[in-house]
């Protein structure tokens, strides 16, 4: 048990930060999108690029028209930083002196959630709004699927083993 908690803890922090990271680069990126500062357009305004703050570094890249900057660049770019900030919450209940918790459950519920609906959410207000997709994203999709499915397991097993814990205590 003592390797669980340490590799939950080593995973917690590194998926906390990439989480910090992608939500920062979502701000940043809707800032700059509606200032217009630090963007670059090429090709007579069909592409614009995000710059590293301060410089002119490309940092991101895509098409320079609001329905594909809103459902195609930064709902995904958010959706992500949710994924892995529900993740390392999962990781988090795994920390915890007790592995069968309503904070594990709890968590294990919104991961499993998010995984199968935000997805084929993201799909369907792309193809409405902006026309198209991003080439990919269905692959990418039915991987959240699967990945939700599996959380989705997990959750059972763990609300499971919460109920036998709980009767277990009034025994004692």
Known sequence: MKNVKITSTILFYITRIVAILYLATTFYSLLTLLTEWSVITSENGKYFSIC???TEKHFLNGENNWAYKIFNFLIPIGFYGIFFLLLSNVFNAFRK??????????QLRNFYLAN??????????A????GKIEEGLEFVAVIHFFLGVFAYFMAAIFKQGLQIQNEQDLFI
């Open 52 to 54: 590293f703050p301060f």
């Open 127 to 130: 193809s409405i709004f902006a």
């Open 116 to 125: 199968i609906t935000l997805p084929f959410l993201e799909i369907v207000l």
């Open 97 to 106: 002196p007790k592995l069968f918790t309503k904070y594990g459950v709890n």
